[in-house]
């Protein structure tokens, strides 16, 4: 078993920045490739951003590319998203999940572990 808790959502305002966190525990952190997904009420959960185990690869949804970034440690079993200029259309609860398939994948179903969830709210 993995668990995730993600921490660091909030309220920003439109063009501002939000840095989401999600903490691992269980299993080597090492041996998954991480993602963040984010879904808003009434959609499907969408992909935003993923890693590979050992970070040298990313990967981003067209609509966060040049605007948010992830990165991992491994040594403190973490990954994080840093979200700049940011957008109303950001807003959604954001998740982390954790997938032994590699390097990263942009499906949920990949994923065997995920968070509870964070919210995001960006006001225009």
């Known amino acids: 078993q993995v668990q995730l808790v993600e921490s660091g959502g909030g309220l920003a305002q439109a063009g501002g920045s939000l840095r989401l966190s999600c903490a691992a525990s269980?299993?080597?952190?090492?041996?998954?490739?991480m993602g963040w997904f984010r879904q808003a009420p009434g959609k499907e959960r969408e992909f935003v951003a993923a890693i590979s185990r050992n970070g040298d690869s990313t990967y981003y949804a067209d609509s966060v590319k040049g605007r948010f970034t992830i990165s991992r440690d491994n040594a403190k079993n973490t990954v994080t998203l840093q979200m700049n200029s940011l957008k109303p259309e950001d807003t959604a609860v954001y998740y982390c999940?954790?997938?032994?398939?590699?390097?990263?994948?942009?499906?949920?179903?990949?994923?065997?572990?995920w968070g509870q969830g964070t919210q995001v709210t960006v006001s225009s």
């Open positions: 999940g954790a997938s032994i398939s590699g390097p990263y994948s942009v499906r949920p179903v990949a994923y065997n572990y």
């Open positions: 269980g299993r080597t952190f090492s041996n998954y490739a």
